[in-house]
């Protein structure tokens, strides 16, 4: 393994749910992307996940982007990606004040 990086994510919370995205753009390499749910604020509808990314495998070329946001329950939770150069992921509560926190990380290999 070459390094790690790794985030906290809080949803936050709102009556109507949340939904966000949180994007890393890095220079293409193989990166493992994981999630890591830890905190459920309350009993409900959560979900957390890697939503897509993107390939550059060559480095004068164009992106190939893979995008998984659609439908919400196909977030895998873990990623294997050869020259990737970006991964989104996302973080969803239901309604009525739901929160769920999530450490996000990617490995470089």
Not at 48 to 70: A, K, S, Y
Not at 83 to 90: D, I, K, L, R, Y
Request: glycine share 12%.
């Amino acid at each position: 393994m070459n390094g790690m990086a790794s985030v906290e994510w809080d949803s936050g919370w709102g009556e109507n749910g949340v939904i966000g995205t949180w994007e890393w753009i890095i220079d293409p390499s193989f990166v493992v992307a994981q999630v890591a749910p830890y905190y459920f604020g309350v009993s409900g509808l959560v979900a957390t996940g890697v939503t897509g990314w993107r390939q550059r495998p060559d480095p004068n070329g164009g992106e190939i982007v893979t995008d998984h946001f659609h439908p919400i329950f196909n977030w895998p939770g873990c990623a294997y990606i050869d020259h990737c150069s970006s991964v989104t992921f996302g973080i969803l509560t239901g309604a009525d004040n739901q929160e769920l926190k999530t450490t996000l990380n990617l490995f470089f290999w």
